[in-house]
């Protein structure tokens, strides 16, 4: 049985989470910093002294501490301008700041939690009291440290498909959009490939999920291995993704879609007990803003789905082209809403072709 724990005996060590806590001490008098670096080093802390007031600024910058002591009268820059300086930083404003003040600055004190001051100890210092708030002031760094991790975790889940490692739907309609005026703004092409697995139902069905969740990751890396800095790849939908191309026009699209269309019929999705080939049908679409001037954005997503359509119709293993077309706005946005169910579409460049409905209509 471990001894009873009492509220006699701090621990000796202060620690945040599991580790070390990192401490910078800020104060214009050598022998304070000194006796503060070799009381908290005695505690396991790793301490990183400062002398001037204007030095304090840059050094918890590069060192990114856990919590900060900081002196208010200092000479040079003193710990309210410093404070000041801290809070209207993205990066160090999170730190909690500990200010040290003479017993009778109650003003200071103030004036220093008004700035955002996490709390105060007062000089000369009783070491038990200090070391409380350090140890309060290092339990909410603990706690902030959590929720910025877990935020950035939740970030993650919210842009990124888990399977595949690739941006998920939302970036990408979100991404596009910023990609059209880009493009519009620089008179540069932007194309859009979107492509999905042929038959991918029945992979599911005699296979099982798990492998066509292989193939699925399996595509996944030869979009990442391929894409360039500034192109977009994301998986769309279940067995959907898109390839987001800015500066490539009609042919550098098309080429590149022939491209993945080999490279996916070629590869070899290695599962038990079997290993697959799998082929996709890919739609191409280009926007130049030169020739088509100011279309919708969601314009380019919706005749490359169109294209994608097609390819599916006339037989599944394809690249299909569909020209941007020009139209006004509301018969666009029309088209978009009722792509998927409307088979009179007046707009449809390839004659007589419903521009939706089974995919698996035999060969023309
Ligand atoms: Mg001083």
Redesign the pocket.
């Known amino acids: 049985m471990p001894a009873a724990r009492g509220p006699a005996a701090p621990s000796t060590e202060l620690l945040i989470g599991t580790r070390a806590p990192r401490i910078v001490v800020v104060?214009?008098?050598p022998s304070i910093l000194e006796m503060m670096r070799l009381r908290l080093e005695s505690m396991g802390a790793t301490v990183i002294t400062v002398l001037r007031g204007a030095d304090a600024v840059p050094v918890v910058r590069a060192q990114s501490p856990d919590i900060l002591l900081l002196?208010i009268?200092?000479p040079d820059m003193d710990g309210f301008a410093v404070i000041r300086a801290l809070k209207e930083d993205e990066v160090t404003r999170q730190i909690p700041v500990i200010f040290m003040t003479a017993r009778d600055e109650v003003d200071s004190r103030v004036l220093g939690l008004d700035l955002g001051a996490h709390d105060y100890v007062t000089k000369p210092f009783n070491t038990i009291e200090l070391v409380a708030r350090i140890r309060a002031a290092l339990r909410v760094k603990a706690l902030q440290d959590e929720l910025t991790e877990k935020n950035k975790m939740l970030e993650q889940l919210a842009t990124s498909d888990p399977l595949t490692g690739l941006p998920n739907r939302r970036t990408f309609d979100e991404q596009v959009y910023t990609e059209m005026e880009r493009a519009r703004r620089n008179s540069q092409p932007l194309s859009c490939l979107i492509f999905d697995i042929d038959d991918f139902k029945d992979i599911n069905d005699v296979h099982g999920h798990q492998a066509g969740d292989e193939v699925l990751r399996q595509i996944g890396r030869v979009l990442l291995g391929r894409k360039r800095r500034t192109d977009l790849a994301a998986r769309y939908g279940g067995e959907e993704f898109v390839w987001l191309l800015p500066g490539a026009n009609q042919q550098a699209a098309i080429e590149l879609g022939d491209w993945l269309l080999r490279t996916i019929s070629e590869m070899e999705v290695v599962t038990t007990p079997v290993s697959l080939r799998v082929t996709v049908s890919i739609g191409v679409s280009t926007y130049e803003p030169e020739a088509h001037g100011d279309v919708p954005t969601t314009a380019l997503l919706q005749h490359a789905d169109e294209a994608l359509l097609e390819a599916k119709r006339t037989g599944k293993a394809r690249v299909v082209f569909r020209e941007l077309s020009v139209l006004p706005e509301p018969m666009l946005e029309e088209l978009g809403q009722t792509a998927e169910a409307e088979a009179d579409d007046p707009f449809a460049q390839s004659p007589g072709a419903p521009l939706a409905g089974p995919a698996n209509l035999p060969d023309s």
């Open positions: 104060d214009d008098e002196d009268m200092m």
